[in-house]
């Protein structure tokens, strides 16, 4: 599902924390968002998703203008993992992954079997089958992280926005997250910290102070004097002995 | 099976469950008592009111059940179910585990309006204790609600703290405007009169209350369980509600005016009656977990059959005298609760 940023702009009390964003990810890209801390990826991913209305500009979510769109509506198409998600209810790990078929159930259509099975194959994908009983309380970041992931694929969305997914997961997880999300066929914008993890995205958007300051092919948006500039480092490409694909390399300027 | 069907199924099965288990209560509320009734009587009592059966009953017998220990059961069940899925409700939509019915200020405003008239004189003598409480709680509800919205609540990310908090301020206000009423004007008698009703007093129940709190009771309930899906949606807060198609703006209004209404209501007529609506939805939460489909009828009915209990108790405790009922809930309920929240603990490991 295609989604469309037309120059967002976003401020509250008088602080404006986005600018001017315009940019469109097509049906089964998988686009990365980095920036320093306070460039406004998540407010970004808030705006993307409906969850906030923007102070100018528009989101239009194939073709259509979100803001037209139902809350429900939305997230039928939309699935939004928001970081440090937390509760003190004492829910199952299944539960939690069960919320996530909320948009496509009512009064006049209860549970069935067909959503039974979207949210077995979700626990499936995230490696999450045998945690299902466990109590929320009892798991650990990680595993509540691919949990959170878990709820937002049972939506079934098009449109999957995941904010920071890797925080908290140890190195195997974060890989298998990521080639998860790659391999997945619905259109995802993922924001990351780590830079080089983004270069295996489709493409990447950089952000820096709210504004969009570069898009395109990975190695292009995040060449090194685009991330030294805007990350207030020192960057440049590095490859190891075995490895083909070259990597940055960072270091304090 | 149609979607329907599945649902009228579910319903009928929830009754066939839970109407057995009410009846008994409330068949106890109205056999225990100074003076014990045989259930035959009761039953009695019932087909010759209810279907004109004629049978002989001791005129004396059959008004001490029907005119006033049924309609005190019914009002009973009614208000306990009510506050207790009240409590329920608000506790999941506020995420705030000392969530109660009396967390928007009712309690307090309607405290403020039964002394206003009894005390103060508001009205002449005109107004009954009832309608003075019931006004005073929805002004207080109407003071924590615009409070709460001049504050930013609706849409903000707070929304629920400040909700709480204007509570907070809304409850301290009009508890402050009662202590100031009392202090001014009351005599020792009336502020032991208006003590007693601020713990719950269901001596002065009869019919009309059964016919208002009972039908009250059952609206509320529907609209709440009709938002059983919503509320689970909010387990993660609201933003996380909305991301799963909640409107949560609706949501919050349409059940935060449900259940201030209701209990608005059942404050006039019975008190302020404490721990039920704090306590009973966390009982019921540890016996079937946080899922709000099966949370809502257990509360209410646990709700139900509490207050029922508690006020037999505080009919038969000592001998000659009548205790509020709110003194038994919070004597019976907090050692209890505190079993609970023990046992719980330990098979959470």
Redesign the interface.
Known sequence: MKIEARSLSFSVRGKTLLQDVSLAVQPGETLALVGPNGSGKSTLMRLL?G?AKPSQGDVLLADQPLARL???????R???V?QQ????????AR??VE??R??W?S????WSGEDTQHVDKALRTVEMEEFAPR?W?TLSGGERQRLHIARALA?RPGLLLLDEPTNHLDIHHQLSILNCIRNLKVTTVVALHDLNQALTCDRVAVLSHGRLVALGAPAQALAPETVSEFFGIKARWARDAAGDAPFLSFQLA | MSAAAALAWQGARGACLALPVLAAAVLAGTMIGETSLAPDLVLSVLANKLAGAGLPVDPVDQGIIWSYRLPRALVAGACGAALAVAGVVLQALLRNALADPYILGISAGASTGAVAVTIAGLGGGALSLSFGAFNGALLAFGFVAILARAAGAGGSRAAAAQIVLAGIAGSQLFNALTAFIIAKSANADQARGIMFWLMGNLSGVRWPDVWLAVPLAIAGWMICRFHARALDAFTFGSDSAASLGIPVRRVQLVLIFATALTTAVMVSIVGSIGFVGLVIPHAARFLVGPGHRRLMPVAALTGAVFLIAADIVSRIIIPGQVLPIGVVTALIGAPSFAVILVRGQRTAR
């Open positions: 998703s969850l139902t809350r429900r509506e939305i997230a039928q939309i699935a939004i928001e998600a937390d509760t003190a209810e004492r829910i199952t539960s939690v919320l996530g909320t948009p159930l009064a006049l259509k209860p109590e309380s939506q």
